[in-house]
């Protein structure tokens, strides 16, 4: 009896959202932070969105973007309320809600939340159990602390843009938004170990993530390069490695578009040679290891480029998959948005959404063995939970509710 008891607590808590029980106060806007908060809701945190009553950043640009989408993905599970707070009554309203949240997250410029007297320091006063968690461009030290901070710019920054496009071209942005999903990511991972340190110790964190820092890392092969070499290293490669240390690794062209093809060790090498009928060539010593073909690439490319393009770009991948070679088909956006893989494993879900018809939406990436995938619930219209958030939860009367929109608070 008691094995079964057991086994069902153990199942009940294992089938458990991770992060149920949670409540989030998201001020956050475009893509760096209301990612990592996207995360913390379909992890099952109660994620209220705190929005000024023009709408955040996102919400309110032009349509010519197409923005509705974006704003859906990335606002999925959570409940917006309206809250002005360049007025007292709506600073006094988030204390409110600071000593029943459990995470504050915010991505404005360094300094803007002390001084609207709402800082990790204040705020922490109020609940010492609270997570602070914010993200900024530079960091709130630093010589950088007050530059403006776009994904652009920080591209820019970064080395991003100098690395990518042609050697003999100009630089190029990534078609990517890196740098604020970097930080997003990274802000999510702080914000985690912080309620780690919290459930040891009882007290809250103030946590800090960059743009500049998160991006840094992902230019690992282009800084090798440039150590090893100096200014002697391209600064661009176009599509060959950023350290131009495998062959082949390029994008080849067939009949109907592109695939790309990498051959990271030597075995893979000697599987595309069966693949394109070479094997002939398998004892070339030109060819025969990684080092030789980096030093040959263009008879590499050339040996690719002569097969690639006889075949469709979806034959070509699936004969290089077949032999277990790292291939793809470059894909264009309408193919990437109905992937059957991300569609089979409910990593992108067909919804009714209110503004946009069905759709498809990416579920988050952060998956738990034995815990079923938290239903999608559509982004909702700018202060549609405000009743719920200020009346339900706070528990604020009726009038008490007009009251604050009579005085421009909600």
Known sequence: MLDKISDRIEQEITQSYPLEGLTVLDLTQIYNGPYATFLM???????IKVEPKTGENLRSRGDLGGVAYPFAMLNSNKKPVTLNLKTDLGKELLREMVKKADILIENFSPGVMDRLGLGAEALLEINPRLIYGSSSGYGSDGPYRNFPAMDLVMQAMCGVINSTGFQDGPPVKSGAALCDFFAGIHLFSAIMMALYHRERTGTGKVVEVSMQDSTYFSLASNYGMYHARG???PERTGNYHGGLGVAPYNAFQAKDGYVVVNAPADHHWQAI???IGREDLKDDERLKTRTARVIN?????ELLENW???QTKDAAAEAMLAKAV????VRNLGEVMNDRNMLARGSLQDIDHPELGHVNLPHTPLNIKGVPRIPIQPSLPLGASNHEVFGEWLGLSDAELVH???EGVI
Request: aromatic share 4%; glycine share 8%; net charge negative.
């Open 231 to 233: 200014d002697a290293a």
């Open 326 to 329: 790292p291939c793809a088909p």
């Open 297 to 301: 690439f263009e008879l590499v490319d």
């Open 41 to 47: 809701a379909m992890g099952g945190a109660n994620v």
């Open 404 to 406: 604050l929109k009579n």
């Open 308 to 310: 690639v393009q006889t």
């Open 273 to 275: 040679l069966q693949v």
